[in-house]
């Protein structure tokens, strides 16, 4: 496969977009339906780059294409209509097999290799070649690939895609536990061989699974996109086409290792949304914080909100859920004798109790006293909040009294984040109901904001900035500020290598008399905006891991109180358009961001910088990223060909891998690489790399 194309694979579960109209049962799911209509549509399948999608991005070539394709004997784009169908269905049906319609119907790609963890539950009709593997536990395919015209970069970039279809397909309302495990075993199989994954799914439950993904796939370094549709591909009129290719195109061309749900123009983080319309198209909200990215005229990602795993721990896949679990919704007038029978009746160990307002009860002995016992008997209850924005915060009595009663806070959840998570942690046989509590306040996966986060961040739930929090840190701010100019100063002015100019303050005071602190404040955030990247990479040229720790923490900063570009929820309309107000002023994709297309880690790596890459790493640069600048190729790759082994093992023990096109590359690189330890080093950057099973619950 050619670096140029990303490679996706998608699981397609079932859900509306698929469906077609059956006169007696209403709409069903159609095996093979979806992906004959994606194979058939040049914006969904473009093999020879010769469609009109791959030839409209100038007027010259758009001219030449008119040229060639517009002659009266070179058919069109769709097939004529005749009044008769049933003679035109057969001549269509001939001609597929025969030529002249042929290029309306595209040849497959060429196939690739894909793993099911589930042997019998997947449709292969489409397949070239299928197998069992010898322990009966997973069906190896080769699938034929479809390509798209080629999108973003200048038009340099193609993905190539796969759709691994289950069978049956199922209503989303279908969906169970075991439909997770079997999604989340599927991606790691696949892991290695594709840059990122989407899921097609019904709307019902798409937010259970985004939010059980996202806690059973740990340490993710790649996107794993959600998506489906309201009406179904089926329809002349429909959001299917929109919901497939944005989730293409963002899967593609955003480095959003999340998983995210995306619908309606919108990415969602997947643990923070629900579904609150079946009616309109834009189904989904995540009303306790803004999207991660709108795809609007361009794709605009608050990059701020993005979670970056920045700790040295390969991906982890789970594959135990505790299905113990339930949802209690409150309601007046509900008897405790209702509660008791409910919670000791069943095998329960967790429950989601949906209570009043910001978490507040009725403070009734009987009932309280039910949830006391069932505490106390080690049942794990967590409170959310019926109201569909805001959180858990204890403020009044009634709310203190069910703390008091053990039940846990479960700040600003969703319903379904905090039952997904709490059949996640209560599967863990290594944790006690203690641990599991305290883990529920914690986020995990950025399914809840922490209190601290909210002052930390600067930001408050819709996005804005909070004024409170950023006041408190202004001058320490400022100082790192300084310092910053400081080190700029020390860098470019000074030929002498090394030395520890982080500790030199006084030195950076002499170099910058400040006279307006507030025109310095501008001033200094816009130098740096400007110069940051290329100070890390001249750290990381000079080999100085402590310039480029204080110059990461900076960029971490800034990254993270960028007040804005931040894409509104639709709930909190008042602040929402406070929200984007105040955005409105400031640029979108201003480089005080963490650059996710920065190469250098590609840098630290190709130089043998280890240290550097170790700092890269744990401020969240991402492990599987090409670098353009780099031959396309993933940081492990470029250690690997510069023979730096220790750089190859800490990539390794990050969870890197080598690329498809790179394992392939390898074998000639062996070749052309006599000495024992140059083969070495390949079998180091190829080797399996697992994440110990037993390793704790980690909160990234
Ligand atoms: N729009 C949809 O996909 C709804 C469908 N019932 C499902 O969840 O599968």
Request: charged content about 20%; proline content about 5%.
């Amino acid at each position: 496969m050619a670096a140029d194309e990303t490679r996706i694979l998608i699981l397609y579960s079932g859900g509306t977009l698929g469906m077609v109209r059956n006169p007696s049962k209403g709409y069903v799911p159609y095996p093979g339906f979806l992906t004959e209509t994606l194979r058939t549509q040049s914006r969904f399948h473009d093999p020879n780059a010769d469609s009109i999608f791959s030839w409209s991005d100038t007027t010259d070539r758009y001219k030449a294409w008119s040229e060639a394709y517009s002659r009266p004997d070179s058919g069109t784009t769709t097939p004529q209509r005749s009044s008769n169908h049933e003679m035109e269905l057969s001549t269509a049906l001939t001609s597929v097999t025969g030529s002249s319609l042929s290029s309306h119907f595209q040849p497959f790609g060429k196939p690739t290799r894909v793993y099911s963890s589930s042997p019998d539950g997947i449709y292969t009709k489409s397949a070239v070649e299928h197998r069992i593997s010898d322990d009966g536990k997973r069906l190896e395919l080769m699938l034929p690939t479809m390509v798209t015209p080629y999108l973003g970069d200048g038009g340099k970039k193609r993905t190539r895609y796969t759709v691994l279809e289950y069978d049956p397909l199922l209503d989303s309302s279908n969906m169970e536990t075991k439909d997770w495990l079997r999604l989340v075993a599927d991606i790691d199989l696949n892991y290695q061989n594709f840059d990122a994954f989407i899921i097609l799914h019904g709307t019902d439950t798409m937010s259970y699974t985004s939010s059980a993904l996202s806690m059973l796939l740990e340490n993710l370094g790649k996107p794993v996109v959600v998506t489906g549709a309201q009406v179904p591909l089926s329809e002349l009129r429909n959001d299917a086409i929109e919901n497939v290719l944005g989730a293409l195109v963002v899967a593609s061309t955003q480095p959003i290792a999340e998983v995210t749900l995306f619908f309606a123009s919108t990415l969602y983080r997947g643990n923070r949304v629900s579904k609150l319309s079946n009616s309109a198209l834009s189904a989904f909200d995540s009303p306790n914080m803004p999207p991660l990215a709108r795809a609007g005229i361009s794709i605009d990602v608050a990059w701020h909100l993005v979670r970056r795993p920045t700790r040295l721990a390969p991906f982890r896949a789970h594959d135990a859920l505790s299905q113990d679990v339930v949802l209690l919704r409150l309601f007046p007038g509900l008897q405790s004798l209702t509660v008791r029978s409910f919670l000791e009746s069943s095998p329960i160990r967790g429950v989601v109790l949906h209570s009043y307002g910001a978490g507040n009860a009725p403070t009734r002995k009987d009932l309280l006293d039910v949830l006391r016992e069932a505490a106390e008997r080690g049942v794990v209850i967590v409170n959310i909040s019926q109201c569909i924005q805001g959180e858990v915060s204890a403020i009044y009595e009634v709310g203190k009294t069910l703390e008091k009663v053990g039940v846990v806070a479960g700040a600003d959840m969703t319903p379904e984040a905090a039952l997904t998570k709490l059949s996640y942690l209560l599967a863990k046989k290594e944790l006690g109901p203690d641990q599991i509590r305290r883990l529920m306040g914690t986020s995990l996966r950025g399914e809840l904001t922490e209190r601290t986060q909210v002052r930390n961040y600067g930001h408050d739930r819709t996005g804005r900035r909070s004024s409170s929090s950023s006041s408190g840190t202004a001058t320490t701010e400022r100082r790192r500020g300084k310092r910053v100019l400081g080190l700029l100063a020390r860098i470019l002015g000074s030929s002498h290598d090394g030395g520890n100019v982080e500790e030199d303050e006084n030195e950076e005071e002499t170099l910058y008399k400040i006279k307006d602190e507030a025109d310095l404040d501008s001033l200094a955030v816009e130098a740096e905006r400007g110069i940051l990247p290329y100070l890390i990479q001249r750290s990381i040229e000079r080999n100085e891991p402590s310039t480029l720790s204080s110059l990461l923490a900076r960029q971490g900063f800034l990254a993270s109180s960028q007040p804005t570009a931040t894409p509104h929820t639709k709930t909190a309309t008042a602040t929402a358009s406070a929200a984007t107000a105040a955005s409105s002023s400031s640029s979108s994709s201003s480089s005080t961001e963490l650059d996710p297309h920065s190469s250098a880690l590609h840098l630290a790596a190709t130089l043998g910088r280890l240290e550097c890459v170790r700092l890269l790493l744990q401020s969240g640069y991402n492990v599987h990223l090409r670098a353009a600048s780099h031959s396309n190729h993933s940081p492990l790759y470029l250690a690997a060909y510069n023979g730096h082994a220790d750089v190859v093992r800490l990539l390794r023990s990050a969870g890197a891998h080598l690329l498809m096109d790179e394992r392939q590359a390898d074998g000639q690189q062996q070749q052309q690489q006599q000495q024992q330890q140059q083969r070495d080093i390949w079998v180091l950057a190829s080797g399996p790399s697992r994440a110990s099973e037993d390793a704790p619950v980690s909160v990234e």
